[in-house]
């Protein structure tokens, strides 16, 4: 009476749920690391989570079961954990370089003569721009 059926009516094999279940797993872990680099709310508060070091444990994670089901995987499984695994390693490297995570530049770094424009000189060149084009303008400002 609780047993699950699949939307043919049969009850599910074993193979079929270890394969849902794996997929469950391997879902559960890519949601995980994505809500903790900030790609996705807390489920429960609706803010932004950023943890880059757990994220990284979670990827870890998927890599580990990745190695240590080697062969012992269906296509359908392979390509789920190998498409998870580049989506979830693509979304940290976006993370990483994303502005909320670069630290305050080194003092000790030289600054170039377009880093050594003072704030006042940019707000200047700045008046008669567009929202749009203020925006693009900080968007792509590197201060070395």
Known sequence: ?????????????????MT????HLVMQQSNLAMMLMGKAPHPETGQRVRDLECAKLFIDLLEMLEAKTKGNLTKEEQNLLKQTLTAVRMGFVEAVESPSAQSEPNPKEE??????KSEADKASSLEGATPAQEESHKKFTKKY
Not at 111 to 116: K, L, N, T, W
């Open 20 to 23: 849902a279940l794996f997929a």
């Open 111 to 116: 600054q170039s003569v377009e880093g050594a």
């Open 1 to 17: 009476m609780n047993e699950p059926k699949t939307s043919s009516g049969h009850e599910p094999t074993r193979d079929e749920m």
